[in-house]
């Protein structure tokens, strides 16, 4: 069973707010990654990690920023929260082989609505 | 970004009955392709990483193949369970100037009825 744990599972706010969505893997991976999801479409890579102070952006642009300043740690926020940031964020990280064979582990998502 | 499709897109079996269903890639620069499952309420969760075109593998009654050259691999259910019900992903990986990134379908969502 991997060892990926987000906080908050859900999350209902109102616009404007800052939000910081938490992801944190005791496996030790140098790469992290997060997703976005929107009901009935493909998981967005939006924001990924090769290891700690480094941060990239994914394919589908997005206006929430990221850190890692811990291996375990990377944290996704929202400095202004608007109705168009409501889906579902998923966290997950890799152990480096090169490519091929890193497998992704996936923690349980966070739902966000906002209205 | 280059398309990665799943089909169908949901269907219900009944429990006993075998099924499959699709992911296809482009099958220019391949490099590798994984399985995913997903329960509700739970995480994405790991099944198959495919790198080579005639790959076949299996887990249980779950397996999977891989034809590199048309794009496409097929999961295959034996026997479907109830606990089978969830969503089947799957994710191609694109190298870009050797970074990697999974382009994921849009996932083939199982009932498998009792």
Same mark, same amino acid.
């Given at each position: ?7 908050? #599972? /859900? ?10 969505? !938490? ?11 997060? /997703? ?5 479409? =493909? ?7 090769? @290891?700690?102070? *480094? ?16 291996? =375990? ?19 997950? *990280?890799? =152990?480096? #082989?090169?490519? #091929?064979? !890193? ?5 349980? @998502?966070? #739902?966000?609505?906002?209205? | 970004? +280059? ?14 009955? $075998?099924?499959?269903?699709?992911? $296809? ?25 495919? &790198? ?12 999977? &193949?891989?034809? &590199? ?29 050797? &970074? ?12 498998? +009825?009792?």
């Amino acid at each position: 069973e991997a060892d990926i744990y987000q906080t908050p #599972r /859900y999350l209902v706010i109102g616009t404007g707010k800052k939000i910081t969505l !938490e992801c944190s893997q005791t496996m030790g991976h140098d790469k992290m990654y997060w /997703y976005q999801q929107d009901p009935g479409m =493909e998981l967005h890579l939006i924001h990924y990690s090769y @290891g700690v102070n *480094s941060t990239e952006k994914g394919d589908l642009s997005s206006e929430s920023t990221v850190s890692r300043i811990r291996t =375990e740690h990377f944290p996704l926020t929202l400095e202004s929260a608007r109705p168009s940031h409501t889906s579902q964020y998923l966290c997950a *990280s890799s =152990e480096y #082989r090169g490519g #091929r064979q !890193e497998t992704q582990y996936f923690g349980p @998502g966070t #739902r966000l609505l906002v209205l | 970004i +280059l398309n990665v499709e799943q089909s169908p897109q949901s269907l219900h079996v009944q429990e006993g009955d $075998s099924t499959n269903f699709t992911c $296809s890639f482009p099958s220019s620069n391949f490099y590798a392709l994984h399985w995913y499952r997903w329960e509700t309420a739970k995480s994405p969760e790991a099944l198959f990483v495919m &790198t080579l075109n005639g790959d076949e593998k299996k887990k249980g009654r779950i397996s999977a &193949t891989l034809n &590199t050259k048309e794009g496409y691999s097929y999961l295959y259910i034996k026997g479907s369970q109830p606990e089978d019900s969830a969503t089947y992903l799957c994710a191609w990986l694109q190298t870009t100037s050797g &970074t990697y990134k999974y382009i994921f379908g849009t996932g083939t969502r199982l009932k498998v +009825l009792a």
